[in-house]
């Protein structure tokens, strides 16, 4: 039962993982050139990064991949670039305000999946090998630098 929770927690996080990077790679393409853009070419590869780690475990653990998850990851992430539509949303700015707020939403949420292990490796000597102070240092980092980011874009999103 245990390692069935922790299965569907793994994968949903995979899921998820997966809509964030193609996120980030959206605002990544729509940023080129700006200091935006250089933040997402680092933030990219950090969250690709991650993605692997995340994959590395559950192949680890044998935990088997849901392909219905995936598929349904697929089509809510390319749902919500209905939503963060500049046509719908009335500015480009704040199309990229919400894509912002949506990945750093994504990397808290990868930040508690990294505590939690910390938490469990106590218990389960299969995670002993995953370096999760560093993980969870890394999303910290990666938290904060979309903090500022948002911050950033907030002015010129909402100011009028």
């Known amino acids: 039962?245990?390692?069935?929770?922790?299965?569907?927690?793994?994968?949903?996080?995979?899921?998820?993982?997966?809509?964030?990077?193609?996120?980030?790679?959206?605002?990544?393409?729509?940023?080129?050139?700006?200091?935006?853009?250089?933040?997402?070419?680092?933030?990219?590869?950090?969250?690709?990064?991650?993605?692997?780690?995340?994959?590395?475990?559950?192949?680890?653990?044998?935990?088997?991949?849901s392909p219905l998850k995936q598929a349904a990851t697929w089509a809510a992430e390319r749902m919500s670039r209905v939503r963060f539509n500049p046509v719908s949303l009335g500015s480009k700015e704040l199309e990229l305000l919400m894509e912002l707020e949506a990945l750093w939403m994504g990397v808290c949420g990868k930040l508690s999946l990294w505590e939690s292990l910390d938490e469990l490796k106590a218990t389960d000597e299969r995670l002993s090998s995953l370096d999760t102070p560093n993980l969870i240092a890394r999303a910290q980092s990666q938290a904060d630098g979309l903090r500022i980011q948002r911050r950033a874009m907030a002015p010129l999103a909402l100011g009028g």
Do not use: C, W
């Open 1 to 65: 039962m245990a390692d069935d929770q922790l299965g569907a927690y793994l994968t949903d996080h995979l899921a998820g993982s997966t809509a964030g990077v193609n996120l980030a790679r959206q605002i990544q393409g729509e940023s080129e050139g700006t200091p935006l853009g250089t933040f997402m070419t680092g933030l990219v590869a950090d969250i690709e990064s991650d993605q692997k780690v995340l994959e590395g475990l559950i192949e680890h653990l044998a935990i088997e991949r």
